[in-house]
């Protein structure tokens, strides 16, 4: 079965650069979320399409944007990178809002970025 | 802040045994979701549980909705070297937001 795919799998970057990160979902699948994962912690979340319009929000810095496009993929736009960005970020990808009954969220296989 | 309180952070437990994790949220969920991730892998979805006081059984792995759906528990009997990652609950909540909890890292002995 088809499942969500991250591009690119690794990105290195200084700090000040910019960086794009590619989203997937599975097919069919409308909603698209966005988290952070630091070493040893838990995904903190950081943005949701449902739908190609943002649906909710999390703690995501103002140097990040992201959005879905008509053909439901997403891409999350991160300027002026700091060392603290250097983290795994994993979208996922559910049919309708994962908060709702029967919506689990399908992760990928997430984007490791390295800010030196 | 976390919504979703996960405890213990850390169970390290010998091969064989049986362990629980737990998740107690400070509002009503209308479902609760766990999460598996392995050393260095992703969140893989492992249940979903929707109804007051739900039992659900995966094999070695019971999981159980409290009758108040605030809280949740991940049961694992004789554990195995399989068993070793990060399990996550996921309380959904009415506004269809899902919160996760912190996590619990289980490492096992053999």
């Known amino acids: 079965a088809a499942g969500v795919i991250q591009s690119p799998r690794h990105l290195i970057k200084e700090k000040r650069e910019t960086a794009t990160l590619k989203c997937y979902p599975i097919p069919r699948h409308d909603t698209v979320y966005w988290y952070q994962q630091g070493p040893g912690q838990d995904p903190q979340f950081l943005i949701s399409f449902y739908e190609k319009m943002q649906s909710d929000k999390g703690s995501i810095p103002d140097r990040f944007s992201a959005q879905q496009f008509s053909d439901y993929h997403s891409e999350l736009n991160m300027s002026s990178l700091e060392l603290g960005d250097s983290a795994l970020y994993f979208c996922?990808?559910?049919?309708?809002?994962?908060?709702?009954?029967?919506?689990?969220?399908?992760f990928g296989p997430g984007t490791r970025l390295t800010v030196l | 802040g976390q919504q979703v309180m996960q405890i213990p952070q850390y169970q390290h437990v010998q091969e064989g045994e049986d362990f629980t994790t737990y998740c107690n949220s400070s509002t009503t969920l209308s479902n609760i979701q766990w999460y598996k991730q392995r050393p260095g892998g992703h969140p893989v979805f492992l249940i979903q549980?929707?109804?007051?006081?739900e039992v659900k059984k995966q094999k070695r792995l019971t999981f159980q909705f409290g009758e108040a759906k605030k809280n949740s528990s991940l049961h694992i009997t004789a554990t195995q070297t399989t068993d070793v990652g990060t399990y996550f609950c996921a309380g959904g909540r009415n506004d269809y937001k899902l919160s996760f909890g912190a996590g619990t890292t289980v490492t096992v002995r053999a």
């Open positions: 549980l929707v109804k007051s006081g």
């Open positions: 996922a990808s559910s049919l309708g809002l994962a908060g709702s009954s029967y919506n689990e969220q399908f």
